[in-house]
């Protein structure tokens, strides 16, 4: 083997040039043509796995008939969420910004664990984490790191609210901890945080669902009278979960209420604004997140209504000390930390980890705060249109909420089995992409607004494919 040359791998730099302009053409072109086509193709499994045989890995394939190939797997074999009416959870056309920073990131390859390694990185990360934690209204001095997504942020929030309670958590785990610790969420909230109990240590019974109001936001009385409950049972209450913005209905739970009684009872508050909280970026409706500024920390995902590609999520907190205490550790292949400025390894659950920050980093300083805004409040109008043209094809909205969540019902039928096979008509047609679901036991159809790619016509579509589903079903 000749040493001297580099390996086999190699790539010279015109030819990688060449293999990157192919990709960016296919990549170009797939954002042009999806709107063209359905946004969820037939399904064919076996065709996929077909294909992907003559892919044996022992002879290497020209770099055109590869890309070409793989994008036309992409093509047929997925739901495209970039496509103008995709009306689904929280996925909208990335920016190309985004895009862009995604190859940049994966170009240079930065390992965010040591400060050392990467300090440019790290730094960029935390500009923006600042400026997510000052437009959230959080103290100065919020920290925090970007995760791959919500429920890693939320995971982070457990871990952080135990070890704040109960610093010997940290060494000795819910042995350490006098009865059963229990947080609360909302019914209606992610059922992530099932997941994270359990993976905690704590059990899935550790999470009391909150029953929700007329709006599907958290009850506070019915939550007050379940701490009561398990207070005098012995147990110990110590995380209350809000979420702004349930995926389901769009509900935002009581800021203000829950903040107050979480200090009443000293309980640990955590909102987890996942996708609502990215109207914080404008100023009109950045009134709908009031009392975040007091929680003990927020979660909010930029892959979701900030169009960053997948993942994004970021997790923000004013107690960096409780931080630091969850995640701090020290081994001698790690460089020595530099003084005043923490390692993303000692104050995250990942230790070696990408540069996921660049990508909302060149989004927002490549279209500017204000655009930002001017998306939101766009998607928000195109929410209440789309309510308006169901009411009067006959739709009964069963939400209430001002982020651009649409549940909608057949007055006349109270069918889950109807509503759902009217989804899947609409989805099997190609036209649009929508969901079913049981908003508090109520069957409905769930169509969102996130996609700086909607238009008023793509609305008008989607409604009177509804209609026509309905009639199928009739």
């Known amino acids: 083997m000749n040493l001297s040359k580099p390996g086999p791998l190699h790539v010279d730099s015109g030819h990688a040039a060449a293999l990157l302009d192919q990709a960016s053409v296919l990549a170009v072109q797939h954002y042009r043509e999806v709107a063209d086509g359905p946004v969820t193709p037939p399904s064919d499994i076996a065709a996929v796995r077909e294909r992907l045989a003559a892919y044996d890995f022992e002879t290497p394939h020209a770099p055109g008939d590869l890309l070409a190939d793989v994008m036309d797997l992409l093509r047929a074999g997925m739901v495209h969420t970039s496509h ?18 995604e190859l940049l990131s994966a170009a240079a390859n930065p390992q965010l664990a040591a400060y050392l390694h990467a300090w440019a990185p790290v730094e960029v990360e935390r500009h923006v984490l600042r400026f997510l934690a000052d437009r959230l209204g959080l103290p100065a001095g919020s920290t925090g790191s970007f995760t791959v997504g919500g429920s890693e942020a939320n995971q982070t929030a457990v871990i952080v609210a135990l070890t704040k309670r109960w610093p010997e958590y940290a060494d000795h785990g819910v042995t350490a901890v006098p009865g059963r610790p229990l947080l609360y969420a909302s019914a209606e909230s992610h059922l992530a945080w099932v997941k994270i109990a359990h993976m ?18 958290m009850d506070v009385d019915q939550l007050r009278a379940m701490i009561d409950t398990d207070t005098a049972a012995g147990h110990e209450p110590f995380l209350l979960v809000a979420t ?23 309980l640990y508050l955590h909102v987890d604004a996942a996708w609502g909280g990215a109207v914080a970026l404008s100023d ?11 929680a003990d920390s927020v979660t909010v995902d930029a892959h979701k209504w900030m169009s960053a590609p997948m993942g994004a999520g970021m997790f923000l907190t004013p107690h960096a000390e409780a931080l630091s205490a969850s995640f701090d550790v020290r081994t001698a292949y790690m460089p020595d930390a ?3 400025t923490p390692d993303p390894y000692s104050s995250s659950v990942q230790w070696s980890r990408r540069f996921i920050g660049l990508k909302v980093f060149l989004s927002l300083a490549g279209s500017g705060r204000p655009a930002f805004a001017r998306q939101l409040e766009r998607d928000v ?14 739709w009964l909205r069963i939400n209430d909420t001002p982020l651009p969540v649409v549940c909608v019902a057949n007055p006349d ?19 649009a992409w929508v969901s079913a679901l049981r ?9 969102c607004v996130t996609s700086y790619r909607t238009t008023e016509a793509d609305i008008d579509l989607v409604a009177a494919e509804l209609d026509k589903c309905r009639a199928m079903h009739t």
């Open 84 to 101: 103008p009416r995709y009306f689904g959870l929280f996925n909208p056309a990335p920016t190309w910004w985004g895009v862009t920073g």
């Open 439 to 447: 908003l508090d036991g109520r069957p409905a159809i769930r169509l």
């Open 200 to 217: 905690a240590g704590l059990g899935r019974q550790a999470v009391r669902l909150v029953p929700v109001d007329a709006a599907h936001r």
């Open 413 to 431: 039928v109270d069918s889950p089995t109807w509503h759902a096979a009217v989804a899947a008509e609409v989805v099997r047609r190609g036209h």
């Open 338 to 340: 530099v003084d005043g």
């Open 284 to 294: 009109r409706l950045r009134p709908l997140l009031s009392g975040v500024e007091s």
């Open 244 to 266: 702004a913005g349930t995926t389901g209905a769009g509900a935002l739970d009581p800021l203000p209420d829950l903040v107050a009684l979480a200090r009443r009872r000293g």
């Open 381 to 394: 109008e195109l929410g209440e249109l789309l309510a308006s043209r169901l009411a009067g094809r006959g």
